[in-house]
């Protein structure tokens, strides 16, 4: 049965109203390249350093998922990123790919006053095959090298 937009019979209570789409208000990000290496860019490192002037920090990973990250300062901090803000952690990207976070991985941030950290919200969808794509992009990645 084709369905005819002209004629098909709506009742208005059958339908709910899409919401806004919300934008991000701020350039912040995290992003994690296929070669195991977390950078802050260029935003998030001025708004850090609006705060403090080394970067050692609390960062931490959503337990379940990692599809949230965390950074926020602290008296006991546990990861420092060098001045340019970029580290290799290889550990860390792997266990990202085991739980499902294709590499390249983008994570998009904005300052959470109640959580009194930087929020980071992972720009994409997870999937079983995170593996596959994260091998792709190292791939890719290595091609445009030469």
Not at 7 to 36: H, L, V, W
Not at 130 to 140: D, M, P, T
Request: aromatic letters at 6%; charged letters at 30%.
């Amino acid at each position: 049965m084709i369905l005819n937009p002209a004629t098909i019979e709506i009742n208005r209570e059958d339908f709910e109203a899409i919401p806004e789409a919300q934008q991000m208000k701020s350039n912040c990000a995290i992003n994690i390249s296929p070669r195991g290496v977390i950078s802050l860019n260029k935003s998030l490192l001025q708004q850090i350093r609006k705060h403090t002037k080394e970067l050692k920090l609390g960062f931490e990973c959503h337990k379940k998922d990692k599809r949230i990250l965390l950074l926020y300062i602290t008296d006991h901090p546990n990861y420092t990123f060098p001045e340019g803000g970029a580290r290799k952690d290889k550990r860390f990207t792997r266990s990202l790919v085991e739980d499902g976070i294709s590499i390249p991985a983008r994570y998009l941030v904005e300052w959470n006053e109640r959580a009194n950290a930087w929020v980071g919200i992972l720009n994409q969808e997870t999937s079983t095959d995170a593996l596959e794509k994260s091998l792709k992009a190292g791939l890719s990645n290595k091609r445009r090298k030469k």
